[in-house]
């Protein structure tokens, strides 16, 4: 299951630079994860300041 993204992001950049896979990318108004390319590690959840990144 891939992590996802909630609309409590505030788009600081945090989590992308923590994904080791680089499935992190500035979305519209909220960073987004790619579903795909996610191996579900929980390293951008850990980073993530406002709770915003969770398991799907």
């Given amino acids: 299951m891939a992590h996802v993204i909630s609309d ?3 788009s600081c950049g945090s ?3 923590e994904c080791p ?3 992190i ?3 519209d108004g ?3 994860i790619d579903a795909d390319a996610c191996v579900d ?3 951008c959840a850990a980073s993530c300041p406002t709770g915003a990144i ?3």
């Fill in 8 to 10: 409590e992001c505030v």
């Fill in 54 to 56: 969770s398991a799907e």
């Fill in 15 to 17: 989590c992308e630079g």
């Fill in 21 to 23: 896979v680089g499935a």
């Fill in 25 to 27: 990318s500035e979305g």
């Fill in 30 to 32: 909220k960073y987004v």
């Fill in 41 to 43: 590690c929980g390293a």
